[in-house]
Structures are given as C-alpha cells and as structure tokens.
C-alpha cells in the first residue's frame, strides 16, 4: 500500500472517453488499497477555447481576471473525473486550487506555489476516498485566484506529492517515458529506467520536453520520486530520482537537442574589463534570451572574439543590435549564422570518467562533422553544429555511446 | 449617487457582443456615481452544455460534483465581464460565491443562502471599483461548492442587495417589465410600473415568469425595492416592493394563468372526517404536485364531491391513484378532464373592495364561458375554465378590469 499522487494532462482527459479510461486506471489502483490524489489538468483544447473568448472580449486581457477565467477548466475536469470515479465505484471528492489551499504569491498567469494546507486531503484519504484536485491553480493570500502558467499541473502534482510525502508522483503523459534521446531522430532511441533529478533537468532545458523543468526542480528541491508514464499503455515509465539510486546507471544519460539556434560571433573587439556586458546589455535590455556565450582570446593577444547563441526567432534583432554595438566598441566585424543547432550530453558519469568529450569530438570528426562551438558543465557537453548535421549527429553519438543498449 | 445590485441572466451575457453592451451599461453607472455590484449569470446555452458532459460520463452524476462542474459557467461570465469592464475604462473585480462567502446550507444543486460576508464588497465599493459576482453559487460551511438551483441567479442578486442594503435591485432580463397579463395573448397588455411583493409572488406562482418565485420571497422578507429591466432597451421597468408605497395602485394588479392543469374530481365520497387525507396522501407519495383542491357537500348530506388539479404530464398517473383510492372508498365515481387552465385575478385591492368576483364571474358568463372551479385568496381569485376558452377570458377580463389604462 502506497501513498501515490498521479498527474493526468490535458490530452489524458480530452474527451469523456478518455476521462472513464483515467477513472478506471485510478481505480485499480484504490482496489489495491493505494490511496491516491490525481490532479488533472483542463481537457485538451478547453484552455484555447477560454482564451480565444478572453481575447475576443479585450486585446488585452487583465491578468487577474485571465485566470479566473482559466481556472475553470481544470474545475470542469476534476467534476466530471470524479463522476467518473463514482460510476466505477469508487468514492472520490474533487477540490480547486483554493479549497485545498494551494496558496501561492500573487503573479498571476505565473505564480508560484509558497504551501500547501494538506489536512483536507490526508482526512479523505484515510476515510478511504480517492482525492482529485485542479493541477496549474491555486489561490494568493488574499483569496484571489491564481495560475501557475505553462506545465503548471505537473508542479501541482509534485507540490502535493512533497507536501504529503507520498511514496511516487506519476506523470501520465501521451510518451511511456523518457528516451535517450528524440526517436522520431534515432529510432534505436530507448527508454530510460532512471535519470536523475540533474540529468533531467540538463535535458529538460536543452531541448526534451516530456516535463516541465519547474517541476524536475520542485521534485529535486523536496526529494519526490518522479515517474514519467503514458496514460494509454501498461508499462513502468521512467524514474526520475536522487542521484544515489542510480549509481549503476550508464556514462551518458541522453542526448538532447535543439533546434531553433542561432549564433552571433561578434570578431576582434578590443580584449578588455567589460566586453561581455557591452554586447549582452543591449540583447537583455531588447528582452532576448542568451543561451550559449563563449569568449576566445585572440591570436593577437590584443582582440578577443565573442560568440553567443540566441532562439532563432530573435536572431534579426539582435544580429542588428550587436552591429551597432560593435561599431561602437571599434571591432572588427560581425558573424551571424542562423542555421545552427545545439547537441548535448548529458549524464553524471561524466563527473568522474575522463575521455567523454574526446569521444564525443571523435565521433562527431568521423562524419565529418564540423563543431562550431563547445560549451561544457559538469555532468553535459553541449556543441553547436550545422543544421543539415544534426540527425547523423544525434545518431552517430547514440551508437558512439552505446546508448541502444540496456545500462 | 446610490448603492444597486443588478443582475444580468443568460441571455443578457449569451455572447462576448452582449457582454460588452452589459459592460457599457454598468459604465454609465459607475461614471454617474453609483456603486455598482453585478451578478451575472452562466452565458446561456453553457450551463446545458456542462450538463451534457456530465451525462455522458455518468447517468446519475453526484450532486456534489454536479455543482462543481456547473459552478464554473458563472466563473467564466465574471471573468469576461470584469475584462469587458477594463476595457472600458472601469476598474472592476471578479468574485465566485466561495470568494465572498455566500455561505448556503450542504443541500447540492438546490442550496439556500445563509449568510454574506459582506466585508470584501464593501471595500471595492469604496475603492471605487465595480464588483462582479458570480449568481447561482456559494459554498457550504465546510467549504463545498454549491449552486442554488434554478433562478438562483436572481436570489444571489436579492441577498447581496439585503447584505449590503442597497438602495435597489435590478433584475436586468428579456422583457422590459412585469406586465398585466401575457402580451402574446392581450396585445393590450400594460407594463406595470409598480407592483407589491404581495403581488409579484400570486402572480409568480400562477403562471408569470419574470422572477423567481424564491427571489420575490427572500426581497419581500429583506424589504429589497427590486426592479425587473430590459438588458436590451431603456426604460424604468416594474418596481417590486412594498405595499405601502403602492397605495395609489389599481383595484386588479394583474392576470396570471396556467395552461397546463388537469382536474380530477371524485363524486359521491361518503362524507366523513379524512377524505381529502384519504387522496391527496397517495397522490403525495407518487411525488405528484397538487394545485388547486376543492371539496363540497353534495346535495343528499351524506356524500361530498372532491375535486383537485395537478400538472398535466401527472394526469394519468393521478388518474390511476385516485381511481384505486375511490374504489376502496365507495365513491360513485371519478371524472377527469386534463384540458382545463387556471386563469388567476390578482390584486392587493381585493382586500378592501367588494365586488370583484362578481365583475369576474360576469365578464366571463357574457361571453359563455363555463367556471369549472373557483378558488380563493385574500389577493387572488382563480377559476379553472376549458382549455379552448383561455384568451377569450383574459382579454375581457382585462377589459372588464380596464387594465389596459395607466393606473
């Protein structure tokens, strides 16, 4: 008998369909006298159809208003779930953001959750019912109501999953867990057993989408083992846990990519104090997001060059505003580049074996992939390569590694 | 400057067009100086279509749950409003029942208001701002969300404005106002300017169906002057209030009538103590509405003809019980009619003037029409007459009555 907290996104409870197939999984597992809390998230397509009203109404939608607007689509999802529950026999009681006390500050559209009053829950968990709350909501001190913005549902679980100790918190998503890397790139991709929180969150954050990194972080920050499952078939998922449990685990974790890279070289600014703000503070006064920043001396010993990488769609911007820039600071010439792409790394067995990123320049070398530029941290190596390299890239470092086979 | 709650129904905020003309007329409110608390209710066709899920999901879908996954039609309207108010210039805020504590008892779907805290209102109010609040729901003293059941809408606008003792309670809607008789029937119909509570209420129950029953009620109780308006054209509506303050009015306030009655009359009943107990208990059992009910001694002294009236769609059913009861009785017989209607007479003025049911009896004698029952109150006279003879006998008891002149 477990104490579990499941999470069951939009497109698991899409249709009144899908919602009884929820009830009946949920329902297996009250029959084998696990108490569970499942949060839900609004039915896919519900949260557009809310904001295309909210935009027909004003161009500009006041924030605290937009979310008491948005909030009633989990509320719909958590009563119909829990009618659901009843049907197949299973006691089972609903509650919004508010009515558990899901107290949060007060950014709205993007708050984020401060406690939780669990007493409601763990009261109907010990009279034997099932719990169903709103995932993405929640309520400021003042009682206004609040949401927690994109993947927020996810955070809900992990928030509920924390503040009752629960033995697991489940993700049920639309992929049966995390792979090693993209399969639509390498079909050999596999799934992953165990990750750690800090594998997760590198690979979150370079490009793997199957969770929000907020919640990755929220799980860490309290210690909340985290499975990634699919809602349609049988099968265990992905853990994502503390680093000790995996200590058997492979070199390398995955491979992550991103797409949508751009590069900006700015070439033979002066090599003095302050270079890096000159040319960053205009980019993030512009409210363009930097990812990668490398800066090289140069052969001179006089001049330095400077590269970052921008989201693609911001690359004209910016391409503008380093000209200027560097106009100003005297140096030589500006590179841009549009057409990049990011590959990384990850895994915490980099931490103590040498040798990983030889092999991974090596096998980059072999197929005559040219790196355009390297950046590293402790447990990733993340290269930025032509576009048209990237899917024999992800491949050619998924053989390199042995990453098909089981760890 | 004056404090009003006004309530805007279904149809009034059917669409984001519609809500933007509500918007604009709280604006000029608000702009004139007077505080203003809206409460709107569901757009309509929303509430139907929540109802419509939880169908499918369930046959029977728990109270409960049912006033969760219904509560949010409200909550969607607030949102849209206090947009559509910002838009135009008005600060506003939006609130669901839990959110200012219509505390109801824990009867789901069909809960009476308690208390108001009021507090939250008040401060808005004199911060300048437009409060919004959603009708048709408040929360029980556990926290449970429940709706009030049909017209509840309008009994929130009734609360709040005896919470808050406002100087008025709008109940903006689709016709314009309280009107003598149906104007589909007698196009000479006059909107009454002015009308008791007293009034309102026989009208209400008999057949009119501007208010809620529960709403004239809980105003007359709490002395709320209640106004019933057009959403769509301008003019000062009907005034609901005290009798008082109406002393100039007409003899007759109104014409109410009902077309779907049936009657059932059991002849011959030996006359003795418990007959009318003997056949309304079974009737009450079978969950069958009673309306009118009428029992006289018949000409021999020794047996008596007892008569009821129940809405139509039970009239089989009725007629079924009653045969059985009638039976074990040793009544002569039992004759039913299910194309009858009540056509009522209503006015405070009956009090004191004599007369009235001998105009009635007679404008409806000239013109051949048949009184198969008659019943009484101190404000109302009702007859049930043939079906075919409906229109016939409003429009001369209308003229008989000269309702169609300003009072």
Redesign the interface.
Known sequence: MALIVQKYGGTSVGS?ER??AVAKKVAKFHQNGDQVVVVVSAMSGETNR?LD??R????Q??P???D??L??GE??T???L???L??HGVEA??Y?G??VHILTDDAFNKARIQEIDDA?IRRDLSEGRVVVVAGFQGTDKD???TTLGRGGSDTTAVALAAALKSDECQIYTDVDGVYTTDPRVESKARRIDRISYEEMLEMASLGAKVLQIRSVEFASKYSVPLRVLSSFEDGSGTLICAEDETMEQALIAGIAFNRDEAKLTVVGVPDQPGVAHSILGPIGKANIEVDMIIQNTGADGKTTDFTCTVHRNDYKQALAIVQKVAEGMGARSVIGDDKIVKVSLVGVGMRSHAGIASTMFEALAKEGINIRMISTSEIKISVAIDEKYLELAVRSLHSAFGLEQQA
Chains 1, 2 share one sequence.
Do not use: C, Y
């Open positions: 009144v919602i009884d809310l009203l909210a027909q109404v004003s161009d939608p006041i605290r208003e937009l008491v607007l909030a009633t509320q719909v958590i009563a119909l829990s009618m659901a009843h049907k009681r609903s919004t508010s009515q409601r009682g206004n109501i």
